[in-house]
């Protein structure tokens, strides 16, 4: 079945830029998705990008996608500590609901 | 516009009772689907509705049930507690059927089965 993976934590310095990874498996996915968690909320949307594009940036946030590895990664530059989340990465397209990873924490440390 | 809300924000139960989880989507969004997260299965699928009709569903047994109404508002229900039952429980909307749409989240209602 579908599946979704990530690593489970990162820690990066302020200032310095992030790059979460993430691998799927399902080639029909037409949506790709990062959505953050902060604590004691829910998930919100960060970004998506289509699967037919290879990137896509959005100020701080760069989503790059290899679709022939199914390998997805969200890059953010100048980490900050209000960056400091969950990040889950989701994959979803057509009339099936998104499989999301078990999410990577980031530590944004001074 | 309201974003997703959700109640109560916190619950304690204890084995064997019941509990009802409420959910109002965003004005306008007629799908809602719900979500059980906990640290060690992260976020698993329960059900989706769409239009009052459960569209999707996860694999969680049948203690596990939901309901939509005319106004798109949901509720979950969790019958007979079990400890395994604690977690986070999260909502999120979205305008149509949720497949390839953008999932708007609610900030959950976390439940304590003691």
């Known amino acids: 079945g579908e599946d979704v993976e990530q690593s489970l934590f990162l820690s990066v310095r302020e200032g310095d830029s992030s790059v979460i990874n993430c691998t799927y498996t399902d080639s029909s996915s037409t949506y790709l998705y990062w959505y953050k968690q902060e604590p004691g909320a829910g998930l919100q949307l960060l970004t998506y990008?289509?699967?037919?594009?290879d990137m896509k940036q959005d100020q701080r946030l760069t989503v790059l996608l290899n679709k022939k590895d199914k390998h997805l990664s969200l890059r953010i530059a100048d980490t900050q500590t209000g960056d400091s989340a969950i990040y889950f990465c989701a994959e979803g397209g057509g009339s099936y609901i998104p499989t999301f990873g078990r999410g990577t924490s980031l530590i944004v440390h001074p | 516009k309201a974003g997703v809300t959700q109640t109560p924000r916190y619950l304690i139960k204890t084995r064997g009772q019941q509990v009802t989880l409420s959910c109002s989507p965003i004005?306008?969004?007629?799908?809602v689907s719900w979500y059980q997260q906990t640290p060690g299965q992260g976020l698993q699928f329960l059900f989706e509705y769409f239009s009052e009709t459960q569209r999707n569903k996860g694999n969680f047994p049948g203690r596990f049930s939901g309901r939509q109404f005319s106004n798109s508002r949901s509720e979950m229900n969790v019958s007979t507690l079990e400890l395994g039952d604690s977690a986070l429980y999260l909502c999120?909307?979205?305008?149509?059927?949720?497949?390839?749409?953008?999932?708007?989240f609610g900030s959950g209602t976390q439940l304590s089965v003691l």
């Open positions: 990008i289509f699967s037919n594009m």
């Open positions: 999120a909307s979205s305008r149509d059927s949720g497949g390839g749409e953008k999932l708007f």
């Open positions: 004005s306008g969004h007629r799908s």
